[in-house]
């Protein structure tokens, strides 16, 4: 995840300094979000099913993909079709480090009309402003998870927003129990993508990272692949999930990184839109 000094509000990108401080972020939150919604607390992990083959097909030959969603059209269609039937509810998006879940979050709440939050923000905002980063150095993990939970418990009574949750955050299965008040995403990239991205921009703002030897990027593979077996489980507790692999075999591509955030983010909604009518909360067509 990336962990910028920003929150996206209905009005744009706050900087955090701008913000007087974190009492004030969460009244304001509140005020905003804090109404009823409706929750389920079933969870159902569905096989991807990529939404891309009910294009036209003059888009599909032509090698016009890309513009098409860079258009964004669909994407907003598919967006007005699943929005009547969110009754509110928050996104929760997980996934492992590096997946996107930052970049997709706030594509997705543009087209919805949600606020974006990044978790790990508010995590630092509750520490003064310290970052994951010196959290994890000066406190250690259980501390930051613990302020992680936190935080989640204070969202899960929100409604209207995308959050990005930090890598680790389905690790605690009281978590899963916030989240459930809204729909879950599992992004899911293969690490080796995650590796080649996380190697290039480097570590530093991710502490689980800062271990072994070796190349960036044999370092980071090694890294992820432990994490990944340790969570794998975790994540599939989602109720939707967002393979990487799955687009990229549908649309004819090798690697993943030829795949846009637009389009993950339509096949995010598409996803959504199967757990919906999975649930009966969503009629078929």
């Not at 489980?233 to 075999?249: K, P």
Request: proline share 4%; with cysteine.
């Amino acid at each position: 995840m990336q962990l910028g000094k920003a929150v996206k509000s209905s009005s744009g990108f706050l900087p955090v300094s701008q913000i007087p401080g974190v009492q004030k972020r969460w009244q304001k939150l509140f005020s905003i979000h804090l109404q009823p919604t409706k929750s389920r607390h079933k969870t159902t992990v569905l096989e991807p099913s990529c939404s891309y083959q009910n294009l036209p097909a003059p888009i599909l030959e032509s090698g016009n993909l890309h513009a098409a969603f860079d258009d964004a059209l669909i994407l907003k269609n598919k967006s007005q079709d699943v929005l009547p039937y969110l009754h509110g509810r928050c996104i929760y998006l997980v996934g492992m480090m590096g997946s996107g879940k930052t970049t997709v979050g706030k594509i997705l709440s543009q087209v919805l009309n949600y606020s974006f939050i990044d978790s790990d923000i508010l995590v630092e905002e509750s520490v003064d402003g310290t970052s994951v980063a010196e959290i994890f150095n000066l406190y250690g993990e259980r501390f930051f998870r613990d302020k992680e939970s936190e935080v989640l418990k204070k969202l899960s009574i929100m409604h209207r927003l995308v959050v990005s949750t930090g890598g680790g955050a389905v690790v605690r299965p009281i978590n899963w129990t916030y989240m459930q008040n809204g729909i879950s995403v599992w992004l899911d990239v293969p690490l080796e993508a995650l590796a080649q991205r996380i190697s290039a921009v480097g570590t530093d703002s991710r502490p689980l990272l800062h271990q072994g030897s070796g190349d960036a990027y044999t370092k980071a593979f090694m890294r992820l692949s432990s994490l990944f077996e340790e969570r794998s489980d975790a994540y599939a507790n989602a109720n939707a999930r967002v393979s990487l692999e799955h687009i990229a075999a549908k649309l004819g591509h090798r690697d993943v990184s030829n795949i846009t955030p637009s389009i993950i983010a339509h096949e995010a909604l598409a996803q959504i839109e199967g757990f919906l009518k999975e649930e009966g909360e969503m009629p078929f067509e």
